[in-house]
């Protein structure tokens, strides 16, 4: 169990340039999930999925921004036209989801790819 | 509303005492659960501490335990013999409906511990 792991760590772009970061969950979770943190905040629930299936976007998750997770393993987040306010922590988090045993509810973190919007 | 309130910004502590962090919450579904969780400075969430809506005794995880007051909302996490590793922020969270659903967490705005020797 090599934990979930997130690439890349640190990125900085223009603005109006396009970034996709990439997530890599602990292999046996079916749910992965996106978060976003500003800073001097708690993270703020994006998106998730359950294997392949995007089951809820957040209204944050505006149309610049699009995630995939094909054939329900990594999972890629793209931001296209990025702007100043996409600056923050970008955190991806898997559980073992529902039915999968003791503790399924519990949500294991990457650490994370601190994007800076320039 | 705020859906989780942690009013402290910041307390400090010397090394082996207890120390109670605050949380409340608000929800109107009878099915929720809570979680602490812990960010060092290297930024990596660090699950802490479960309780769910509907579990009858308080949680316990080692020297984490977590004060579950239903009636008043509050999930106040307690950690006994401080320790300076200890020192980070922490975050309260809630899942609101049954496990097995959304699972999505909403967080607190955070507060910082400081462990001092």
């Known amino acids: 169990d090599t934990g979930v792991s997130q690439d890349p760590r640190h990125k900085i772009t223009k603005r109006g340039q396009n970034v996709t970061f990439r997530c890599d969950p602990i292999?046996?979770?079916?749910?992965l999930y996106w978060y976003r943190q500003t800073l001097g905040q708690g993270p703020e629930f994006l998106t998730y999925?359950?294997?392949?299936?995007?089951?809820?976007k957040s209204r944050l998750l505006s149309d610049r921004f699009s995630a995939e997770r094909p054939k329900g393993s990594f999972s890629t987040l793209e931001i296209q036209r990025t702007e100043q306010g996409d600056s923050a922590m970008y955190l991806c988090a898997s559980s073992p989801g529902p039915g999968q045993g003791y503790r399924s509810y519990e949500q294991y973190f990457g650490p994370g790819t601190r994007l800076t919007v320039t | 509303a705020q859906k989780i309130t942690q009013t402290q910004p910041g307390m400090f502590v010397q090394e082996k005492e207890a120390v109670t962090l605050d949380c409340t919450y608000d929800?109107?579904?009878?099915?929720?659960?809570l979680f602490w969780y812990k960010q060092p400075s290297s930024g990596e969430m660090i699950f802490l501490i479960y309780q769910g809506s509907y579990d009858q005794q308080n949680a316990t995880e080692g020297r984490y335990s977590l004060n579950f007051q239903k009636a008043r909302k509050s999930a106040n996490l307690v950690i006994s013999a401080s320790q300076l590793g200890d020192s980070a922020m922490y975050f309260c969270a809630m899942r609101e409906g049954p496990q097995g659903g959304s699972e999505k967490l909403v967080f607190g705005k955070g507060m910082k511990l400081t462990v001092n020797p």
């Open positions: 292999s046996e979770h079916n749910r």
């Open positions: 929800t109107s579904d009878p099915s929720y659960g």
């Open positions: 999925f359950q294997n392949e299936a995007q089951l809820e």
